[in-house]
């Protein structure tokens, strides 16, 4: 999935250089980590609103949109999200779709279990693509919250300045694209440590 962030007339600080938007966005990233681990209770309850939560939070002081669905296909490579209109119905879907996979595990459920389903959670807001930016790491914030409901630490899968390991990450992306999970399951299985 691409990356590309909004002019910066568009921000609600009247940030004018790419590397302060940038900074302020970190800073947002960072202010929701935290929240998950120090605020959050768990076990949680994955719902839509928490999601857009969520994004609010880490965008809201910069972005007018933050919290809000996207309101036309954004540019992200090769790869064209659904139009905006099914936005919603996709992501309540996606909700329910994860609610029942989470109710399927075992009360103690297994590394390559939980892996399963932060690989279908994680692919499905990556493809759904519903906000206007953000969409990524909104989607590695929402894979860390349910890796620490299943009592295992932030699972990092890619460093964005290490190319191996995003070229592997964005190959796992297209292959879950094509229903085959078995690569994203393994970064993910692969950055599960239990919470100490």
């Known amino acids: 999935m691409g990356h590309y962030t909004d002019a910066p007339e568009d921000n609600l600080l009247g940030l004018t250089s790419k590397e302060a938007l940038n900074e302020q966005e970190a800073l947002g990233i960072t202010r929701v980590e935290r929240y998950l681990l120090e605020e959050l209770e768990y076990p ?10 969520l994004h609010r939070q880490a965008f809201g002081h ?12 954004p540019n992200v490579g090769a790869y064209v999200p659904p139009e905006a209109h099914r936005v919603p119905l996709l992501l309540y879907e996606f909700m329910d779709e994860l609610q029942h996979r989470r109710q399927q595990l075992p009360a103690v459920p297994t590394q390559e279990q939980v892996a399963q389903v932060l690989a279908y959670a994680h692919h499905r807001l990556v493809a759904i693509h519903p906000f206007t930016n953000g969409n990524g790491r ?8 349910l890796a620490y409901d299943y009592g295992y630490q932030d699972v990092i899968l890619y460093q964005r300045e290490a190319g191996q390991s995003r070229t592997q990450y964005l190959d796992a992306i ?23």
């Open 44 to 53: 949680v309850t994955v719902s839509v609103h928490l999601l857009q939560d």
């Open 62 to 73: 910069l972005y007018e949109w933050a919290g809000h669905w996207r309101t036309s296909v």
């Open 138 to 145: 909104t989607a590695r914030l929402f894979t860390n919250m």
């Open 174 to 196: 297209r292959q879950a694209d094509a229903y085959h999970w078995e690569p994203l399951q393994g970064l993910i299985s692969a950055q599960l440590r239990p919470l100490a």
